[in-house]
């Protein structure tokens, strides 16, 4: 069974960094497309970032230049470095991966960007 544990949200000020950890079981993780989503209140979920097995990745326009999206597949790992944020990034952030038996989805780790 497919498992995604996400990590390392907070509270951060305007301005501030968060790396968010999802460490991933269950699957063949190095060949697999890993996703973060997120999802404010009130608000549909929506993608922030993507990296392929191979390391290519796509950033929705408001994160880019801000976040970054990367892997370490000897850890079955997939991380987001979070700069200079904005309260508009305030959220529940999700890491997601679809291997052939279907799409799965971690419990989410809350991210609360105020002053």
């Known amino acids: 069974q497919v498992q995604l544990v996400e990590s390392g949200g907070g509270l951060v000020q305007p301005g501030g960094s968060l790396r968010l950890s999802c460490a991933a079981s269950g699957t063949i993780f190095s060949i697999y497309i890993m996703d973060w989503y997120r999802q404010a209140p009130g608000k549909q979920r929506e993608l922030v970032a993507q990296v392929t097995g191979g390391g290519s990745t796509n950033y929705a326009d408001s994160v880019k230049g801000r976040f970054t999206i990367s892997r370490d597949n000897a850890k079955n790992t997939v991380y987001l470095q979070m700069n200079n944020l904005e309260p508009e990034d305030t959220a529940v952030y999700y890491c997601?991966?679809?291997?052939?038996?279907?799409?799965?989805w971690g419990q989410g780790t809350q991210v609360t960007v105020s002053s």
């Open positions: 997601t991966t679809t291997d052939p038996r279907g799409r799965y």
